[in-house]
């Protein structure tokens, strides 16, 4: 069984400073390709240097929107420069966030919409973050151009997913399937296996039963578990769809 940890941010003091361990334990549970996340032009660049330590990682470089007000001037430039790595597989993570609204919505917007820009004029795919932001979302997405994307984290109900397949969006379920209060138990229910992708979000969102504890990209392997259980299909199925969906996203 292969797996791909589509979402996981490696650069954490406490995880890069056994990321070998980490790596290693990840490949023992069949995830053998990892894609770094950047939030802002300091990790995207971290992202990328241990992308090019570690064959089977890859990155992303992007702007987050908490970080989306502190931009510097020339950041599009930055993040161009770094896109031209061959190990840079996407941008993000962009997005909305109006859960803790550390940027103002017109900046967050803003600085979206200019690395969707970005996206498009590297061939590259985005990768989004929302959280309480389906509408602006949306907005965004239905009327800017992007070459691919991806809804990091889908937390969304069924109806949203629908919208956002629609416009050929890939869905990402995390940890956050396992919780006893998730939200998304009917998406995962429902939409068909080529739509979705599985991630981790580490250190963050660890799976019941690790809650409490810092997640890492072996877990993969229990949240493909219980999607296989909710969809009352086999692991193997998931695994494969799951790692089909990412390498073609990513061309990883």
Known sequence: M???DTHAHLYYESMESVLSEVIERAGS??????VCIGTDIDTSLKSVKIAEKYDNVFATVGIHPHDAKDVPS????QLEELSKHDKVVAVGEIGIDNFRNLSPINIQKK????QMELAISQNL????HNRNADDDIFEVLNNYKFYKALS?????DLSFAKKLISLDILLSFSGNV???NATNIEVVQSISLSDFVLETDCPFLAPHPFRGTKNEPAHVHTIVEKIAEIRSDSIKNIAEAT???AQNFFKI
Do not use: Q
């Open 178 to 180: 396992t919780f006893k």
């Open 243 to 245: 790692t089909r969906n």
């Open 152 to 156: 990091h984290c889908f937390s969304s």
């Open 29 to 34: 549970k069949g995830v053998n390709k990892i």
């Open 111 to 114: 600085v979206m919409i200019e």
């Open 2 to 4: 292969s797996l791909i």
């Open 74 to 77: 020339d950041y599009i430039m």
């Open 125 to 128: 795919p985005i990768v989004f």
